[in-house]
């Protein structure tokens, strides 16, 4: 691999991401899934810098497999976790974030409630920042993990049709996704409860349909998003019973899907609401390696941020 | 003290008066005004030409923070960003702490302004107690205080019922009721504007349907009491054609819009800039043009800033969690100046809407330069380029949108009750 001339200094989200830089960081997370095979996981790449981790939702998962793929690298991490709710007027991440920059952290991921937090964040400290997820805003780092996954069963992205289900408003995978599918050329269609299509999302590239049916037909990528019985502290919906009768991905939905359609869910999943167990369980579930993958392109990113050498990974 | 601006273009919207001229102003007072007036001894000069003299500006709808929230801004520092933007006249909301409820903060803000203000502060006092929606202040004792308006601005009255017993009340004391027009259930949790943008930055938007929904509700119970109601800061097209169709219908409605409603759109706050997190919220370019065209055509009455002045503290945070509200009594003038400028308003109609329609919708001294009024004056130089800096700005706070911006037009020479206020 060639030393990577990545143009960016963050990742904050899919809009900021060109098509060129997605591919480099896809083509360099399958160098990096190569590391996952070996028996030894692990390589010298980033010895000596430091990775922070600094959450203020909680996210297990997201959260391991970030520091999986910095301790594969052998970076040195640290992981903060902190609530949201003890943020008043917002002193708690600046602040936070001021004293990890005493430390000289060389790369610090954040999570958190609010939309634009990695964005302010990059306003007050060196580091490159990435966003593990900010608000209803975005997700890049789903994102890439869900195209490198689709790329892997498809082989291109390029005229897929990509259907995705349920809250759309409220989903940052979503927001991620639909950036990114429709810069690689895929066909987006999103459909769900009405409530839950916010406005102005074909600006974004999707299509918007309120028959789910019609998302579903002929479709290569299904994605299902986790519904959240309470948003904002009002009911969207009537009742989890009528989203699952309406807008669940049964067996009987998904056969309208093409042939060889993979079933994607970013986790985690609430079985018979948004999506049946024999669905998520099923020949098309590419659930787990969507998992796997989030591993790859974490150490992608961490290495393209920080300007590793082809020798370190060889 | 005795002075003659002497042969400045000379602005009276309440007479259509625009001629070159001197001024002459004695204890306070406009003595005269016409095409010369000799200078005799003892009588300062000041030389205007190809300088525009106005009635003083009124600012109807600011946030002087005092009392409660001194670190923001001061009764004293607020003043003086208003004589620095050339306005002679500010009325003051009454979010304070405590609020403007009762007769005891008015007549303070009243008591400081006298001490420590460098232009006149009139109080507007709060509708309900403590702006919890639930009972009507003392409205007679708000008056004697010295209360001109009544509003619960940022609280907007939830309850219709009780709007339409404050409408009905105020007639009793002539005290106009200004409407913050939001519905509140539409707004929850609102960011900005609702839109794509808002989709885009996983923001939650509020929809222009919040602001006009409230708007027809007020102006309906302002037709069922035939009380007069004055619709603070619009900011939608569709708000803009429901006041012209109420006007057209004959109810006393009357409204204000802010600069920055005429000179940005939501793509300010792409970013997650926070200075330019207002509320309402900035929207669209349709809606922008829209109000233009409701400036020039007499929907609206009013160029009002609601100046809000906030520190750091409260917006240099994430988005969601800043607070709405931006500086504006520095920058509103060369921002209306720019609409003179396109020739989309002339100058009669500028000093309209920023000193004569103020001044009658509340029932204020000024708004006029008549022989024997208050020598409440505004001169500009409306070729003065600027650039709007921190350090530049006399606010306290510093929240402005604009900052950087290369501004055309100042107020050079400021004046109330016949006294230099400011002079640049």
Redesign the interface.
Known sequence: MEKASFPHRHILGM?ELGRAEIELILETAASMKEILSRPIKKVPTLRGKTIVHLFFEPSTRTRISFEMAAKRLSADTVSVTASASS?V???T??DTAKNLEAMAPDIIVLR?P????A??LTRHVRASVINAG?????HPTQALLDLLTIREEKGNIKGLKVAIVGDI?HS?VA?SNILALSKLGAEVWVSGPATMI???????GARVTYKIEEALAGADVIMALRIQKER??RDLIPSLREYARVFGLTPERVSLAAKDCIIMHPGPMNRGVEISPEVADGPYSVILDQVTNGVAVRMAILYLLLGGSREAVA | MRLLLKGGRIIDPSVALDMEGDLLIEEGQIRAIDREIPADEGLEVIDCRQKVILPGLIDIHVHLREPGEEYKETIETGTLAAVAGGFTAVCTMPNTKPPNDCAAVTKFIRDRAREQGHCRVYPVAAITVGQRGKRLTEFADLKEAGAVALSDDGHPVADAFLMRLALEYSRNFNLPIISHAEELALSAGGQMNEGALSTLLGLKGIPKAAEEVAIFRDISLAALTGAPIHIAHVSTKGACEIIRRAKEAGVPVTAETAPHYFSLTEEAVAGYNTLAKVNPPLRTEEDREAIIEALAEGVIDVIATDHAPHSVLEKEVEFAQAACGLIGLETALPLTLRLVRRGIINWLRMAELLSLNPARILSLPGGQLRPGSPADITVIDPELSWRVTPEGLKSRSKNSPFLGWEMKGAAILTLVRGRVAFKR
Do not use: M, N, W, Y
């Open positions: 809009a943020v007027k917002g002193e991440l600046i958190h609010f939309s634009g937090a964005h302010l900010d608000g209803t805003h975005e408003t940052r927001h916010p406005p102005g999302i074909e600006r974004l904002q502290g």
